[in-house]
């Protein structure tokens, strides 16, 4: 699946255009170190367009017991 940058999706922060995509590339490959997958990505980049960053988190629970 490819991912089209609209125009809507490049914030307004007074930079250029080339800019923006230099950050986007920059937190593309955060992405691939951190091994998230596509949809974990595009959270990410929709998250550094507001200005906040991820992280994965892994929780550990209590496996339920199945008397059955």
């Not at 125009?7 to 691939?32: A, H, K, M, R």
Request: hydrophobic share 30%.
């Amino acid at each position: 699946m490819r991912y089209e940058l609209e125009q809507q999706d490049i914030p307004s922060n007074g930079g250029t255009d080339e800019e923006w995509l230099t950050l986007l590339i920059q937190e593309l490959w955060f992405c691939i170190k951190k091994r998230y997958t596509f949809d974990e990505t595009k959270i990410h980049v929709n998250a550094f367009k507001d200005g906040y960053t991820t992280e994965k988190v892994v929780v550990v629970v209590k496996k339920e017991e199945n008397n059955g």
